[in-house]
């Protein structure tokens, strides 16, 4: 059991990965004003990075919290919540397409007394409503970077784009055109499977607390907000700002694009991807230090804790 949730060749190559990808960053930005730029680091503003961070993590926690009391599910407390959804971040880190996650996180949760299709439901329903806070800052994100200011830049804004769109576009038709769903899919296996989505979405429409569902969502929004200063403060404290508008544009941006990625947790392509989003609007003997300071508080920091929590729950089975 602990030896196939912690896959020891996928952690390996995964961190292998990241400090591959680290190092090539490194070698192709920095120079000696690289170094001296580091002098003058803002240690104030890296702290309040953290404390963004922070924010971020106990507004997702909530954000799972209230989505379960909106069901009248009292027994998932906020430490329970940070503990799963950061378990979740290891394992998508470590698995290609980040799907290795869900059926440890349904364990934890099984470890409060509830039963498989309720913790099903329940994380569903996170999903939901992240992917639908990402779509609406995606859409409003669009004001504020258009036209872009490079092709690469406008790649990543179609993408970006189609993929939260064309997520939710086959959603509603899940939800409102079940036939037609039935007349395009024939395999009785993932009819199944989707139509268990569908009921779980009507299920959180219908019965739940509509006053806990929204604030769910507000600490949903809460949550993007706080990630999205994170990109804002961290260029503060290298002494290259950022807007604030253009920070949480191109953050949204990467989230939107990133929801899917072959390798794992998206090493290398959200590298790649930050520093040509980043690029036109940093000093460029920063840009590199820019990109793993902000990839390490928007990803890898959560990675470890989870990596953390993983391995402590592992100790008690």
Same mark, same amino acid.
């Given at each position: 059991?602990?030896?196939?949730? +912690? ?7 995964? &961190?292998?990965?990241?400090?591959? !990808? ?43 919290? +209230? ?26 880190? &470590? ?23 309720? /913790?099903? *439901?329940?994380?569903? $329903? ?5 992917? @639908?806070?990402?779509?609406? *800052?995606?859409?409003? @994100? ?6 872009? =200011? ?26 409102? #055109? ?8 024939? /395999? ?7 139509? /268990? +989505? ?6 959180? &429409?219908?019965? @739940? ?13 809460? %949550? ?6 994170? =990109? ?7 002494? %290259? ?5 253009? *920070?949480? /544009?191109?953050? $949204? ?19 790649? !991807? ?16 820019? !990109? ?9 920091? $959560?990675? #470890? ?13």
């Amino acid at each position: 059991m602990k030896q196939t949730i +912690l896959n020891k060749r996928n952690i390996v190559f995964s &961190v292998s990965l990241v400090i591959i !990808v680290l190092l090539i960053i490194l070698l192709k930005t920095t120079t000696t004003q690289t170094l001296d730029a580091l002098k003058k680091i803002k240690i104030g503003y890296l702290f309040l990075t953290f404390l963004a961070w922070i924010l971020y993590i106990i507004f997702d926690g909530l954000r799972f919290t +209230l989505a379960s009391l909106s069901i009248g599910e009292k027994r998932l407390d906020l430490l329970t919540a940070i503990k799963v959804i950061t378990i979740g971040i290891f394992l998508a880190a &470590v698995s290609p397409f980040q799907v290795a996650g869900l059926p440890v996180q349904i364990l934890l949760l099984n470890k409060k007394k509830m039963g498989v299709g309720k /913790s099903t *439901a329940l994380l569903a $329903a996170r999903g939901f409503i992240g992917y @639908s806070t990402i779509l609406i *800052a995606v859409l409003i @994100s669009l004001k504020y970077i258009w036209p872009p =200011p490079s092709g690469i830049v406008k790649g990543v804004i179609i993408y970006a784009t189609t993929i939260v769109v064309g997520l939710f576009t086959l959603v509603s038709i899940l939800v409102f #055109i079940p036939n037609l769903v039935k007349k395009i899919i024939k /395999s009785q296996k993932i009819l199944n499977e989707l139509f /268990s +989505l569908r009921d779980t979405i009507i299920f959180f &429409v219908k019965g @739940s607390d509509k006053k806990l569902l929204l604030l769910a969502y507000l600490a949903s929004f809460a %949550s993007q907000l706080s990630i999205c200063l994170i =990109p804002f403060l961290t260029s503060l404290s290298l002494n %290259s700002p950022i807007s604030f508008p253009k *920070a949480f /544009s191109f953050q $949204a941006l990467i989230q939107g694009g990133l929801l899917w990625t072959p390798t794992p947790g998206g090493t290398g392509l959200a590298e790649g !991807v930050g520093f040509f989003m980043f690029k036109e609007l940093m000093d460029q003997n920063i840009i590199g230090i820019f !990109v793993i300071v902000w990839r390490f508080f928007t990803h890898h920091f $959560a990675s #470890i804790i989870g990596g953390v929590f993983l391995i402590r729950e592992l100790r008690k089975l």
